[in-house]
């Protein structure tokens, strides 16, 4: 997806009481948009034609403005974000809905319903063009800071949250604000880099408050995994409300097996991908999933050792209580 607004994301909440279904105008709307230019072509007069549009336009902004529903999934790619004005005293908040207008326009009128939140931003460095106010490709660490402020005045009906960006920097950035507010309704967080693995900071309790039910930490560079120290801070920080977990060739092979294993008791699904099956069982001698009901197990690449990997889940999994 690479509209900054996700059409296809969008749902009608649909009536318990029996009523039939609402009909389903975001899909029609470039239906609709050809009718209003039909109804200018059939027009004789330009007062007209503007007069039909003035209408169908308006009938429109009523239904976007009072269906807050509609407002709930947006993507964010950074190719319509703007220069960073000069410092000032202003508001912060007014800062970035000027730096991000499409995404507050978007934004706003979501009220308080739950709403998806889906960062792609895994793009090369910025690439300015003088006199231009637009940034083309990319958004400076600055860019990251003012949307972290813009998104933490929404973070208390945030119920999705998909990052991918191109350095844990920048995910550093990104969280800079959110990390300090509470997000009541967060079911599902997922940070993702090209370059780097996330920074622990992103995960730690003492400034960070996400809670999330839904952790994927997945597929970062060989030589910048973290260690199953860093590993175990993040999730023991989170055990309480995680609920469903995957780890995907993240485990630091070089790194010392721990004193003990550390219980994540509301774990049901969890997914395992690595490469090589030492991965395996070095995640399932660190931690113990007691409530696991769930299991999926991906090798990738040219992984072997499969018979190892399983000898590991029968030696350390409750595999009696796995749903078939």
């Not at 931690?287 to 029968?314: D, R």
Request: hydrophobic residues 40%; negative net charge; contains cysteine.
């Amino acid at each position: 997806m690479s509209s900054v607004y996700n059409m296809n994301g969008l749902e009608l909440v649909q009536s318990n009481q029996g009523h039939p279904p609402a009909k389903d105008y975001i899909n029609n709307l470039p239906e609709e948009l050809l009718e209003i230019f039909a109804f200018g072509a059939l027009s004789t007069r330009d007062t007209a034609f503007s007069f039909r549009v003035s209408t169908t336009c308006r009938l429109w902004r009523f239904f976007a403005v009072n269906e807050a529903h509609l407002w709930t999934s947006l993507t964010i790619t950074g190719h319509a974000a703007r220069f960073i004005p000069e410092p000032s005293r202003d508001d912060p908040l007014e800062t970035a809905q000027t730096v991000f207008p499409r995404e507050d326009l978007i934004l706003e009128p979501s009220a308080d319903s739950d709403i998806d939140l889906e960062i792609l931003l895994d793009s090369q460095p910025p690439r300015f063009i003088p006199g231009e106010l637009w940034v083309p490709y990319s958004l400076t660490d600055d860019h990251f800071l003012r949307l972290s402020c813009l998104l933490t005045s929404h973070a208390h009906h945030i119920r999705s949250f998909f990052a991918t960006v191109r350095s844990c920097f920048l995910l550093t950035y990104l969280c800079y604000e959110l990390r300090w507010t509470v997000m009541p309704r967060l079911k599902k967080w997922e940070l993702s880099c090209s370059r780097d693995v996330a920074y622990k900071e992103c995960f730690d309790n003492e400034i960070c408050k996400i809670a999330p039910v839904q952790l994927c930490l997945a597929y970062q560079p060989q030589d910048k995994r973290p260690s199953m120290e860093t590993l175990r801070d993040i999730l023991s920080n989170n055990m309480h409300t995680l609920e469903s977990l995957e780890l995907a060739c993240v485990v630091d092979l070089d790194s010392p097996p721990t004193a003990f294993r550390l219980d994540l008791p509301h774990i049901r699904s969890l997914a395992l991908g690595y490469i090589s099956p030492q991965e395996v069982q070095l995640v399932l001698q660190a931690f113990a999933f007691p409530a696991i009901c769930k299991l999926t197990i991906q090798p990738h690449g040219e992984s072997k050792g499969t018979v190892y990997v399983f000898y590991n889940l029968m030696k350390y999994l409750p595999l009696n209580q796995l749903q078939a």
